[in-house]
């Protein structure tokens, strides 16, 4: 064995984790990389990480409408007819563009802004309006607070009074509008997807405002009613913050392989739960997804090397057949052969611990004397000049490169390995990605 044995091999830092995975799968980059044009490489890396972020932005949106429509269906069995908006309609991913996913997603979201003020607006009125209908025994006759002082926080300027009033009005009817605008204008702040013991404990405030019987009463209560709702608002928006932040999770775990009972699969049907509002993502499971994120991104890294090295080896007149392995390495092995080498072949593992690549000029049929000596020392010389050359070529790829361990061609015999069983030269992965 002889010429380049060991040598590491380093990623360019500078890849993220989205131009990885497209660096690794999409033929548009490394048909750029394989003929060697920096500048197209280069923008269709920025292309699919443009893309990544785009689709990433589909699922939070689908994930949002979803949590939007089941409040707005909890609303409408709650209160009829009295809640009805219109909520937009998910987008199932297919073959859109880049800029149509962009351009969905900014149309979308203020959609959807707009449907959650409308429900929360629905849904205070109609609670308001209940409140003051469903008030009986001993609070039915008692006069309301009088409650132009709970309009405390209206804007500077604004009437304590809706503008909207036709005229004076006297006595309990007055009163208890007012106190049901104010109560309304509280509750319009709470986020539809606030959980139901929170929503309980607001509306059990609200009720007590609705039902004061002093100005005092009235004030007290209101003021509780608003930290109520500060403190559901907060629970939703951390909710949210994990849903997305799952959603995240989600995204960079979805190209692991699973077969239903892996510990990806089981992060995966967490983190939907997730997403779902029907769990918390705790520290826990933020590890174990952490976990098989790292695990995700060495896969891609993995994939990413054996691609690149195999369209650079393809282009250098290689055939590359998989199934075979070194003596030391299992993981990412191949068998390197040439039209012109009738008898000999190249063994190539990529150690993806290690982060090497091992090689080995192997025989495949056995040969005698001087003549099949000459022939072992031009075979290695020839694999020599072609390692500089792939070097150069995995360099522009962002693949750097240190031969760790070399011996000169001819320093040891060759050794005679089992030939591999009719061998079928390999496409270049970009050009099968091509054909699909």
Not at 41 to 65: W, Y
Request: aromatic share 2%; glycine share 6%.
């Amino acid at each position: 064995m002889s010429g380049p044995k060991c040598t590491t091999y380093q990623l360019d830092q500078s890849f993220t984790a989205a131009e990885l995975r497209a660096a690794a799968r999409d033929a548009a980059v490394r048909e750029a990389t394989r003929r060697r044009q920096e500048a197209a490489r280069e923008a269709a890396l920025r292309a699919a990480a443009a893309r990544d972020a785009a689709v990433r932005g589909v699922k939070a949106l689908n994930a949002r409408i979803t949590a939007l429509s089941r409040a707005r269906d909890d609303r409408g069995k709650q209160y009829g007819a009295a809640v009805s908006v219109q909520v937009p309609e998910p987008l199932v991913l297919g073959t859109q563009s880049t800029s149509e996913l962009e351009s969905w997603c900014a149309e979308t979201d203020g959609a959807l802004a707009g449907a959650e003020r409308e429900l929360r607006e629905q849904t205070a009125r109609a609670l308001a309006t209940e409140l003051f209908v469903g008030m009986s025994g001993h609070t039915a006759g008692r006069r309301p607070a009088e409650a132009a002082e709970l309009f405390a926080d209206r804007p500077e300027g604004s009437p304590a009074v809706p503008s909207g009033a036709d005229g004076p009005r006297d006595g309990d009817e007055a009163a208890r509008e007012d106190v049901g605008q104010a109560l309304a204008r509280v509750l319009s702040r709470l986020l539809p997807d606030c959980d139901e013991d929170r929503r309980t404990a607001a509306r059990a405030a609200a009720a007590r405002v609705a039902a004061a019987a002093t100005p005092d009463e009235a004030r007290t209560w209101l003021t509780e009613t608003r930290l109520r709702v500060q403190r559901a608002n907060e629970a939703a928006e951390a909710a949210r913050r994990e849903a997305r932040e799952a959603i995240e999770l989600l995204h960079d775990l979805e190209e692991l392989e699973g077969t239903g009972e892996t510990e990806a699969d089981s992060v995966r049907a967490l983190l939907t739960e997730v997403v779902s509002g029907h769990r918390a993502l705790d520290e826990s499971l933020r590890r174990r997804a952490a976990d098989c994120r790292a695990a995700a991104e060495a896969e891609a890294e993995q994939r990413y090397v054996v691609n690149t090295v195999t369209d650079a080896l393809a282009d250098l007149g290689y055939h590359v057949g998989e199934g075979f392995e070194t003596l030391t390495v299992a993981d990412g092995a191949l068998r390197l052969s040439r039209s012109e080498w009738p008898e000999h072949a190249v063994n190539l593992a990529v150690d993806r611990q290690g982060g090497q690549l091992r090689t080995a000029v192997v025989r495949t049929a056995a040969g005698h004397g001087d003549d099949a000596a000459h022939l072992d020392v031009e075979r290695e010389e020839q694999w020599c000049r072609d390692f500089q050359e792939l070097r150069d070529r995995l360099a522009e790829a962002g693949l750097r490169t240190d031969v760790q361990v070399a011996v000169p061609p001819g320093r040891v015999p060759v050794p005679l390995v089992a030939a591999p069983a009719a061998p079928v030269p390999r496409a270049r992965p970009g050009h099968r990605e091509r054909e699909r």
